[in-house]
């Protein structure tokens, strides 16, 4: 957890990079439910599309906590969406995980989801909550804290990898600006 914790120490476009290729792990059920991060968005404090933007809110709270929480929002009426909290002091600054590689408790994942198709269990924010069965309570947990239901788990066989950086999915605000990226040629983001 000590080289997560110097990832997230750096600034969120950086962290937003910088944390593809590693994992996002729950266990929850008695599952052990494993996905290779492989898509990101960062969100800044003075981002016009950032939950953080205007202020601080009951429902963005999390997002001004210290880095390596998670925030997790419901969206649509019916999607969560999950982040990593990356600067302290009250910043209001993450990176929402896009999408996974779904690598271990595949079956259960399909389950979640109730489809079987491996390229899109995890194609997406809400699928790879669903698949990997995190929810709202799930909001504000120690990330780095590998007791904790969901943390993050350093991948210390990165494979070389080139990063693409595009413009973010989704948003109507801020969309020109190159805040989304993902591992070139990885067949589970969510869309080109």
């Not at 110097?6 to 059920?29: P, S």
């Not at 290779?36 to 933007?53: C, G, M, Q, R, W």
């Not at 788990?153 to 990165?158: A, E, I, V």
Request: glycine share 6%.
């Amino acid at each position: 957890m000590d080289k997560l914790k110097e990832i997230l120490k750096l600034n969120t476009i950086t962290v937003a990079k910088k944390l593809l290729g590693h994992y996002l792990v729950t266990k929850k059920d008695g599952y052990l439910l494993i996905g290779k991060i492989v898509e990101t968005e960062a969100y800044l404090n003075n981002d016009p599309a950032s939950h953080s933007f205007s202020k601080m809110t009951q429902r963005n709270a999390m997002m001004f906590e210290k880095s390596g929480t998670s925030y997790i929002y419901f969206t649509y009426g019916m999607h969560y969406c999950m982040n990593v909290v990356t600067s302290d002091n009250g910043i209001g600054e993450a990176v929402l995980i896009r999408a996974l590689e779904p690598i271990q408790g595949i079956d259960q994942m399909q389950i979640n989801r109730s489809k079987t198709k491996l390229k899109d269990l995890c194609s997406s924010p809400a699928k790879l909550t669903q698949a990997l069965n995190i929810e709202l309570s799930d909001n504000g947990l120690d990330l780095l804290n590998t007791n904790s239901c969901i943390h993050l788990k350093f991948n210390d066989r990165l494979d070389n990898f080139n990063i693409v950086e595009t413009q973010r999915i989704g948003i109507s605000k801020a969309k020109e600006k190159l805040l989304r990226f993902y591992i070139q040629d990885n067949k589970y983001i969510s869309s080109k």
